[in-house]
T-cell receptor, first 114, second 110 residues
């Protein structure tokens, strides 16, 4: 069982370039999430989805867009990358929310914007 | 007040020690509480959920005090393998997502 996978694992971009991060889960989970993690800042929610075709803003959505066209995939796009978006990006999924609904995380994407 | 606050540490303890981490949260309507563990340069993984009555899983005990909006994690008989960052997690206002604390770093030495 692959769980949650993320591609790519590493990427270096120049300021102004665009890219898409792909998250895939094979657990038939309804909920999917994108976080960024920076030193001293902890995990911060960028966008999330409560089901196929839905998206919602999290704590730090500016500069990012997302799409959930298929239940198993959640894409995070950076239209014009900035150095402030250098971070580690984690995708997660969960069956539901509430007690005992564990979020499963992917291994992360390390992005550097020069 | 930040939504979820933790003492960042680091906590440096010898093997066999008992160590406790505390966490406070700001949303009195929160219903779901968790502790996650994150190893260096790895993804977070669920350690345990936290229930109103308190719960134990082996050497780990979690407590919840709703009146004080306070969560704790107690680790008994620390092992080298317990060295990690421990994240306190609470559901958001809408109940649709989780809010993570910045984490408390534990280092267990021999």
């Amino acid at each position: 069982n692959a769980g949650v996978t993320q591609t790519p694992k590493f990427r270096v971009l120049k300021t102004g370039q665009s890219m898409t991060l792909l998250c895939a889960q094979d657990m038939n989970h309804e909920y999917m999430y994108w976080y960024r993690q920076d030193p001293g800042m902890g995990l911060r929610l960028i966008h999330y989805s409560v089901g196929e075709g839905t998206t919602a803003k999290g704590e730090v959505p500016d500069g990012y867009n997302v799409s959930r066209l298929k239940k198993q995939n959640f894409l995070l796009g950076l239209e014009s990358a900035a150095p402030s978006q250098t971070s580690v990006y984690f995708c997660a999924s969960s069956r539901n929310v509430g007690e005992d609904n564990e979020q499963f995380f992917g291994p992360g994407t390390r992005l550097t914007v020069l | 007040r930040k939504e979820v606050e933790q003492d960042p540490g680091p906590f440096n303890v010898p093997e066999g020690a008992t160590v406790a981490f505390n966490c406070t949260y700001s949303n009195s309507a929160s219903q779901s509480f968790f502790w996650y563990r994150q190893d260096c340069r790895k993804e977070p993984k669920l350690l345990m959920s936290v229930y109103s009555s308190g719960n134990e899983d082996g050497r780990f005990t979690a407590q919840l005090n709703r009146a004080s909006q306070y969560i704790s994690l107690l680790i008994r008989d620390s092992k080298l393998s317990d060295s990690a960052t421990y994240l306190c997690v609470v559901n958001n206002q809408a109940g649709t997502a989780l809010i993570f604390g910045k984490g408390t770093t534990l280092s267990v030495s021999s």
